[in-house]
């Protein structure tokens, strides 16, 4: 079984900062099927990026995923007070779980 | 609009049952693999089990098998969750979700609560 390791916990940060989010993976795991949410309080999650570097619909071109094989990275390139939430990397694909990582908080500083 | 909705949660004893659904509007579910996912409170996402379009491919999560039954109904355009042997841990939010290959979990409902406590 595949197992996600985010970090850091949580992040620090004011707006208009960078944010730098990574996902490592147990075993090595496809390009295409690295997905990371985001999710806001009392509110469901939101597909941001998925197959590793692509925005989902909707989602702004400050939020930008790079990586492969074990090692993923979420980048947020100047913080807006919106994007202070919760984010999962998740991989999917043919072998299952479909494991989540534990999450990182962005919170303001 | 575009929605998924889970129904079904609510409070039971340790070792009880319950049946959750999730009905979709302004989209069909035929055509997509679905998914549950859960978060315990305070905590992060857990996936619990994923069913194809045809229902052929089953696939759970360890600490569910044999006691979680996922199942669909096109016809319907719903999915289901029969819960049994429900332990504490249980107790969390319950999200559906489409899986929209290759994009992830496009779609998700609101979520339902189920609390398992004496």
């Known amino acids: 079984e595949i197992v996600l390791t985010q970090s850091p916990g949580t992040l620090s940060l004011s707006p208009g900062e960078r944010a730098t989010l990574s996902c490592r993976a147990s075993q090595s795991v496809s390009s295409s099927y690295l997905i990371w949410y985001q999710q806001k309080p009392g509110q469901a999650p939101r597909l941001l990026i998925y197959g590793t570097s692509n925005r989902a619909t909707g989602i702004p071109d400050r939020f930008s995923g790079s990586g492969s094989g074990t090692d993923f990275t979420l980048t947020i390139s100047r913080l807006e007070p919106e994007d202070f939430a919760v984010y999962y990397c998740q991989k999917y694909g043919s072998s299952p779980p479909w494991t989540f990582g534990q999450g990182t908080k962005v919170e303001i500083k | 609009e575009v929605q998924l909705v889970e129904s079904g949660g609510g409070l039971v004893q340790p070792g009880g049952s319950l049946r959750l659904s999730c009905a979709a509007s302004?989209?069909?579910?035929?055509?997509?693999?679905m998914n549950w996912v859960r978060q315990a409170p305070g905590k992060g996402l857990e996936w619990v089990a994923v069913i194809s379009h045809s229902s052929r491919t089953i696939y759970s999560v360890d600490s569910v098998k044999g006691r979680f039954t996922i199942s669909r109904d096109n016809a319907k355009n719903s999915l289901y969750l029969q819960m049994n042997s429900l332990r504490a841990d249980d107790t969390a939010v319950y999200y559906c979700a489409r899986e929209n290959v290759p994009s992830g979990m496009d779609v998700w409902g609101q979520g339902t609560t189920v609390t398992v406590s004496s």
């Open positions: 302004g989209l069909t579910i035929s055509g997509f693999s």
